[in-house]
């Protein structure tokens, strides 16, 4: 299978809080790749509450900004 991937810029604002060193994971989504670390931060879909995950420190710096 051949996949073309191209740039896509998100539209909407995305809530977020900072990840608390030890906290409970139980519900937030970490990829295998993550480790959850200080500067991370816990993302929540305000449409369904109970979706959150994990962002890492390093995507967080180079994706996002307050607003």
Do not use: C, H
Not at 30 to 36: E, K, Q, W
């Amino acid at each position: 299978m051949n996949e073309v991937f191209k740039p896509y810029r998100k539209l909407g604002v995305q809530m977020m809080r900072p990840y608390i060193i030890g906290e409970d994971m139980t519900g937030i989504s970490v990829a295998n790749t993550d480790t959850p670390e200080e500067g991370g931060m816990v993302a929540i879909d305000p449409s369904n509450p109970g979706d959150k995950w994990y962002v890492s420190k390093e995507f967080f710096i180079k994706s996002y900004e307050a607003t």
